[in-house]
């Protein structure tokens, strides 16, 4: 079982940045890929970035949506059990309840099995 636990939301103006955090309960943190998914009112769930697992490489693969490339960075710091999203040059589109996933394969392909509760980033124009 791993525990998720989300920090960094709020509310912020177009062109700001926040930066996400999600520390994960488990000691094997760095066997496990890692996602930050949203959900925007009425929309679907979708990936934002994934960064794989550290058991096979120091240098983990990651993943960012065309939607934000170039504006958000997934990383993670497997001594502090966290994963990171930062994200610059927010748009109002960008508006929704952030969610932290972890899988436990090395990959960040795949399904989610543990999520955290959320947490809400809301962008004004």
């Known amino acids: 079982q791993v525990q998720l636990v989300e920090s960094g939301g709020g509310s912020v103006q177009a062109g700001g940045s926040l930066r996400l955090s999600c520390t994960a309960s488990?000691?094997?943190?760095?066997?496990?890929?890692m996602g930050w998914f949203r959900q925007a009112p009425g929309k679907e769930r979708e990936l934002v970035a994934a960064?794989?697992?550290?058991?096979?490489?120091?240098?983990?693969?990651?993943y960012v949506a065309a939607s934000v490339k170039g504006r958000f960075t997934i990383s993670r710091d497997n001594a502090k059990a966290t994963v990171y999203l930062r994200m610059n040059r927010l748009k109002p589109e960008d508006t929704a309840v952030y969610y932290c996933?972890?899988?436990?394969?090395?990959?960040?392909?795949?399904?989610?099995?543990?999520w955290g509760q959320g947490t809400q980033v809301t962008v004004s124009a």
């Open positions: 488990r000691r094997t943190f760095s066997s496990n890929a």
């Open positions: 960064i794989s697992s550290t058991d096979s490489s120091d240098d983990p693969s990651t």
């Open positions: 996933a972890a899988r436990g394969g090395s990959s960040w392909r795949g399904i989610y099995e543990y």
